[in-house]
C-alpha cells in the first residue's frame, strides 16, 4: 500500500490540514532553512495586522497577550497597530518577564500602553485582538480569563483571533472547557488545523484567513500527511470523463436498491448516479413498487426483484459496476439478505441509511464483509452511535477510528462532514451550506457515490468528490433548496471542473 502522503497529488498540499503538534515541527523546521522563529512571530503578527487593515477602519483596540508566543504574536500586532496610529491598549496575562524569549523580545520592542488582564478596558474598545492562548491549549479558560471572556461574547465587539480562538482545542474543534471566544476573523498560518474546519471550532471562528508567515513549502515533505480540506485539487485529475471513442458501457452500470413505501428516496439517489455520468442506472425493487419506479425518469432501468434470489440473480446477470442500498429500503430480513447478497457480489458499494440501521443489533454481522470489496457507509451522527457507539467529540478521530474498524471509507455526515479512509487518511469538507439540512440531501449522496464508483473512481475519493459535488450544487441553489434540485445542478459543475483542467 502507497504511503498516505503519495496517494493524493502534490497539488493537493495546498489542501492539507496539520495538527497542532505538526505546525509546531513545521516551525521549528522552518529554522532549518534560516528562518528563526522570531522571524515568524514578527511575520505572523505583522499578517493579523494586515488583515485588520483590509477589514476595519483605524479604531481603539484591545489586544489580548497571553503567557505564550501567542502572546508575542499579539505584541507585534499591538505595535503595528500604534505604529499605524491606531488607539491601543495592551492587556497582558501573566509577567512579561517570564514569557519565552522570542515573545519577550517583541513585548520589549513594544511601546504600547500595557496593562493587567484584570485592568482590561473593554468599555474603550471597539476592536479586540485575541493573542491569548491560540491552539494549544490543554486546560479549560478559568478565572479572570473566563470572565473577560464572557464579557467579551456579550459585548459583540469584533474579535480577531490569531490562529484559534481563546478556549477552543486546536486539534478537535472542541471547547476545551465551558467557555471560548467567539471570533468574527482567525488569522492562521501556513495550513488550516482541524479546529478550523470542525464544529463547533469552526464557527467560532468567523471568517478564517491563512496567511504565509515564511515556512518553506518543502517542509511539508517532511510529513507523512493525512488530512485535507476537501476540494477538486484531491480527485480532479482521477476524473471518469467520457472519451470520445467511449460508449455508455465504458461508464458504468449502477445498481440502486428501492423500498416499497419510501420510493422517493432511491428515485432521488438514481437520478443523482445518472446526473453525475453512470453510462447506465439499474433500480431494483418489488414487482409492486416497480409501477411506481417505471413512471419516473425514462432513463431508469427498472428490474423487478421480489426477494434474494432474484437479487442473485440480477447480479449474476447484470455486469453492474457499482451498487448502492439503503435509501428507503425498509428494516425488515428480507433488506438484510439483499445487503449480504451485495456484499457477497464484489463490486463497489455504497451503503446508507436503512442499509446501516438494520445492521444495528449486530454491527459485526455488516463489518465482517465491509473489507473484502470497496465499500463506502454514509451514517449522520445517529446511524454513526448505532453502529459504532458514542460519536461525541473529535469527529475527525470518530470517523477514523470507523473506518479502521469497518474497513470501509466511512462519510460521517454533517455541516463537516468527515471521509475517513481506513489507512488513515481523512478528508474535512468545508462547503456544505445550511440548506443541504433537507429531506432526501443523503439520497442524494449515496446516488453520487455510486455513479462516481461505477465509473471507477477510487472509494475514498468517489466519497470525497461527492460530498463536494453535493455542497457545491447547495450553494449554487442557495435558500429554496429541496433535493431534486441537486442532482440537475451537478452537469453545470462539472462542466466548470473540465474547463478549470483546460485552463
Known sequence: MKSPSTVLPQSAKRRCVLSVAELYRADQAAEEFGVSTRVLMENAGAAVTRAIFERWSP???LVLCGPGNNGGDGYVIARHLADAGW??????LGQIGKLPPDAAWHAELCQAEIHPLKDARLEDAALVVDALFGAGLSRPLEGEVADLVQRINRSKIPVVSVDVPSGIG?????PVGSVALR???TVTFFRKKPAQLLYPGRGHCGAVRVADIGIPESVLDRFSLSTWENGPELWLQD?????????????GHSLLLGGESMTGA???AARAALRVGSGLVSLAASSEASRVYRSDSPSLIVQSCNDVSNLNLLLEKGHYSAAGAGPGLGLNEAARDKIKALQGSGIPLVLDADALSIFSDRPEALFEATGRQPTILTPHD????RLFGNGQGNRLVCASQAAAQSGAVVVLKGPDTVIASPDGRAIINSNAPAELATAGSGDVLTGLAVGLLAQGMDS????AAAVWLQGEAANNIGPGLISEDIPEEIPGILRLLRLRLRD
Open 59 to 61: 479604531r481603539p483596540v
Open 87 to 92: 488607539p491601543v491598549q495592551v492587556a497582558a
Open 170 to 174: 486546536g486539534d478537535s474543534g472542541q
Open 183 to 185: 471570533a468574527s476573523l
Open 239 to 251: 476524473w471518469p470523463w467520457r472519451r470520445p471513442e467511449g460508449h455508455k458501457y465504458h461508464a
Open 266 to 268: 432511491s428515485r432521488l
Open 382 to 385: 445517529g446511524e454513526y452511535r
Open 460 to 463: 475514498f475519493q468517489a466519497a
